[in-house]
């Protein structure tokens, strides 16, 4: 079973820095991608980086230049480095990762999805 811990969401004025934490757990073999994705009020969930093993990068159009993805592939983690904020990105921030990890169910290594509880971003301005 994989789980994923988010930190770092809070209350920040527009113009300042936030940056959020992912750690994944389990009995990982390889993680593909790690993502964040941010759902504001009354929105549908949306893409606002990602990030694969293999060093590429992928940003919404909305948060390119501002918001930077990086992961530490040793401790399983993503980071987004979110600067120069503003009130519309007030969202709850979901960490989402897939990969391949060990199923003890099934003996075997399994491709796994799975998303993270979110943590709430809300800029004041």
């Known amino acids: 079973q994989v789980q994923l811990a988010e930190s770092g969401g809070g209350l920040v004025q527009a113009g300042g820095s936030l940056r959020l934490s992912c750690a994944a757990s389990?009995?990982?073999?390889?993680?593909?991608?790690m993502g964040w994705y941010r759902q504001a009020p009354g929105k549908q969930r949306e893409l606002a980086a990602t990030s694969t093993n293999g060093g590429g990068t992928n940003y919404a159009d909305s948060v390119k230049g501002r918001f930077t993805i990086s992961r530490d592939n040793a401790k399983n983690t993503v980071y987004l480095q979110m600067n120069s904020l503003r009130p519309e990105d007030t969202a709850v921030y979901y960490c989402?990762?897939?990969?391949?990890?060990?199923?003890?169910?099934?003996?075997?290594?399994?491709?796994?999805?799975?998303w993270g509880q979110g943590t709430l971003v809300t800029i004041s301005s």
């Open positions: 989402k990762a897939l990969g391949y990890a060990y199923s003890d169910y099934q003996g075997s290594y399994r491709y796994f999805e799975v």
């Open positions: 389990g009995s990982i073999f390889s993680i593909n991608t």
